[in-house]
Nanobody, 124 residues
């Protein structure tokens, strides 16, 4: 059974930082591109960042570029999202996702496996 478990969310003041982790079990993520998405109340789930299976190719949404960084440690079967300069608009549930194919995608429909999410709340 494939499981993705996100941790690291919480309440932070504007301008602060958090690092999210996504530990994967049931598969070896070496051949899986990975991504982070987020969903704010009343809004659709949106793409945040994605990374290729090797870690060499990374995409970040324009809204987080320069503030968030996705990374992965295949030896630990873990993906990370380092978030800095947080603002209240970043408040959302953050989800980790994995896809079996070789590509790196920004569409949530491409992803095969999802975690349950971790809440990030940024106060002003």
């Amino acid at each position: 059974q494939v499981q993705l478990v996100e941790t690291g969310g919480g309440l932070v003041q504007a301008g602060g930082s958090l690092r999210l982790s996504c530990v994967v079990t049931g598969i070896t993520i070496t051949n899986y591109p990975m991504a982070w998405f987020r969903q704010a109340p009343g809004k659709e789930r949106e793409f945040v960042a994605a990374v290729s299976s090797s870690g060499t190719v990374k995409y970040h949404a324009d809204s987080v570029k320069g503030r968030f960084t996705i990374s992965r440690d295949n030896a630990k079967n873990t993906v990370y999202l380092q978030m800095s300069s947080l603002n209240p608009e970043d408040t959302a549930v953050y989800y980790c996702a994995a896809v079996q194919s070789g590509g790196v995608y920004t569409s949530r429909r491409a992803y095969d496996y999802w975690g349950q999410g971790t809440q990030v709340t940024v106060s002003s």
